[in-house]
């Protein structure tokens, strides 16, 4: 019904900076919520940020003042642009998306593959 395809991670120095892409694609009547959220090896996944529909945004407090959530409505995309990126970031990262598929009354949650983010010198 909906895909999600995460690009834009790698590896980076600490300090530097990369940018996360999420486009999502298919029957899409509508997007809500879109986000991303991270695990890193041994730990939980958690939040990272989210943008709703009205542009409201919210962010975990280890990335405040480093880390800016947006989204192309018309391009069904959400980004993430990292700065002053720490060792701590290294994770795996997932772009979340709340949508209702064409043709369904219902909210789903959809979920991306996942894009490695390695902070490292």
């Known amino acids: 019904q909906v895909q999600l395809v995460e690009s834009g991670g790698g590896l980076v120095q600490p300090g530097g900076s990369l940018r996360l892409s999420c486009a999502a694609s298919?029957?899409?009547?509508?997007?809500?919520?879109m986000g991303w959220y991270r695990q890193a090896p041994g730990s939980q996944r958690e939040l990272v940020a989210t943008?709703?529909?009205?542009?409201?945004?919210n962010y975990a407090d280890s990335v405040k003042g480093r880390f800016t959530i947006s989204r192309d409505n018309a391009k069904n995309t959400v980004y993430l642009q990292m700065l002053s990126l720490r060792p701590e970031d290294t994770a795996v990262y997932y772009c979340?998306?709340?949508?209702?598929?064409?043709?369904?009354?219902?909210?789903?949650?959809?979920w991306g593959q996942g894009t490695q983010v390695t902070v490292s010198s």
């Open positions: 979340h998306v709340q949508a209702q598929p064409r043709g369904l009354g219902l909210l789903y949650n959809y």
């Open positions: 298919g029957r899409i009547f509508s997007i809500y919520t």
């Open positions: 943008v709703s529909s009205g542009d409201i945004t």
